[in-house]
T-cell receptor, first 115, second 112 residues
Framework: KAGVTQTPRYLIKTRGQQVTLSCSPI?????VSWYQQTPGQGLQFLFE???????NKGNFPGRFSGRQFSNSRSEMNVSTLELGDSALYLC??????????????FGPGTRLLVL | GESVGLHLPTLSVQEGDNSIINCAYS??????FIWYKQESGKGPQFIID?????DKRQGQRVTVLLNKTVKHLSLQIAATQPGDSAVYFC???????????FGTGTQLKVEL
């Protein structure tokens, strides 16, 4: 079974721009979560989508948003980029039991650099 | 100015020795715990998990111990190999979905 895939793998943007990152979960998985990893803050939860609905949200400003499609693929968007948004953005998917508390499998991440 | 990163504890072990990585978790309501391994340039890789109704779980060369009384989790790696060199994270889930709270991580270095 193919793992979680994320595109693009690397991205360079300038302040004020917006960016969209894509995640394809493991086949059959319905929950997709997004995390931001930085040297200063570590791994932080952004949001989780299950069956096209946001189920959980972390403590990030409204500039960070996401969505999930009917095929469980997910995108996250960051608007009005700031230098501090430079990070590794990780996507994880979970098996479809639906109740939460399932094992999350991570993709390789998208490395975003904001100049 | 210069950014300050999280201080990542480092554990150095000799090849073939056993490694023990510790983690203190924060939420007494957490009922599911996972250990991940992250190598440079890669996403976290699942190692082993444990639910709060257990205090020990074993996998291949790895054992996770959970002490809910003191909110402590540990990962034991038997016969540590050079390929085990990585950053290890513990993560907790307090229920209501798949929101994980991660620890700061421990850098494991295996010396030949």
């Amino acid at each position: 079974k193919a793992g979680v895939t994320q595109t693009p793998r690397y991205l360079i943007k300038t302040r004020g721009q917006q960016v969209t990152l894509s995640c394809s979960p493991i086949s059959g998985h319905r929950s997709v979560s997004w995390y931001q990893q930085t040297p200063g803050q570590g791994l932080q939860f952004l949001f989780e989508y299950f069956s096209e609905t946001q189920r959980n949200k972390g403590n990030f400003p409204g500039r960070f948003s996401g969505r999930q499609f009917s095929n469980s693929r997910s995108e996250m968007n960051v608007s009005t980029l700031e230098l501090g948004d430079s990070a590794l953005y990780l996507c994880a998917s979970s098996p479809p039991s639906g109740g939460g508390g399932e094992t999350q499998y991570f993709g390789p991440g998208t490395r975003l650099l904001v100049l | 100015g210069e950014s300050v990163g999280l201080h990542l504890p480092t554990l150095s072990v000799q090849e073939g020795d056993n490694s023990i990585i510790n983690c203190a978790y924060s939420n007494s309501a957490s009922d599911y715990f996972i250990w991940y391994k992250q190598e440079s340039g890669k996403g976290p890789q699942f190692i082993i998990d444990i639910r709060s109704n257990m205090d020990k779980r074993q996998g291949q060369r790895v054992t996770v111990l959970l002490n809910k009384t003191v909110k402590h989790l540990s990962l034991q790696i038997a016969a540590t190999q050079p390929g085990d060199s990585a950053v290890y994270f513990c993560a907790e889930n307090a229920g209501g979905g798949n929101k994980l709270t991660f620890g700061t991580g421990t850098q494991l270095k295996v010396e030949l």
